[in-house]
Nanobody
Framework: QVQLVESGGGLVQSGGSLRLSCIASGSTSSISSMAWYRQVPGKERELVAITTAYGTTSYVDSVKGRFTISRDNVKNTVYLQMNMLKPEDTAVYYC??????????WGQGTQVTVSS
């Protein structure tokens, strides 16, 4: 089992920055990928950014050049640095980890609100 605790959400003006953090505990040696998703009411959860165990990263087109995902394998933490935020980035952001054996876990979600 892996437990995830997110932090760093909040209210920010358009053009501002936020940094989300997600700390994993429990069976962290089983973690392969670490990712951030987001969801707005009435829409499907969207993959925002992902980092693999090998350090490769991938982003949804709408955040490329503005968001950066990184991970600290010693601290079992994944970060999402969000710059040049836009009102359309407003959502609940969820941390997700995937295991080598195929399981996955979700955080509780943290609200990000960008005012215009």
């Amino acid at each position: 089992q892996v437990q995830l605790v997110e932090s760093g959400g909040g209210l920010v003006q358009s053009g501002g920055s936020l940094r989300l953090s997600c700390i994993a505990s429990g069976s962290t040696s089983s973690i392969s990928s670490m990712a951030w998703y987001r969801q707005v009411p009435g829409k499907e959860r969207e993959l925002v950014a992902i980092t693999t165990a090998y350090g490769t990263t991938s982003y949804v087109d709408s955040v490329k050049g503005r968001f950066t995902i990184s991970r600290d394998n010693v601290k079992n933490t994944v970060y999402l640095q969000m710059n040049m935020l836009k009102p359309e980035d407003t959502a609940v952001y969820y941390c997700n980890v995937g295991e080598y054996r195929g399981g996955e876990y979700w955080g509780q979600g943290t609200q990000v609100t960008v005012s215009s």
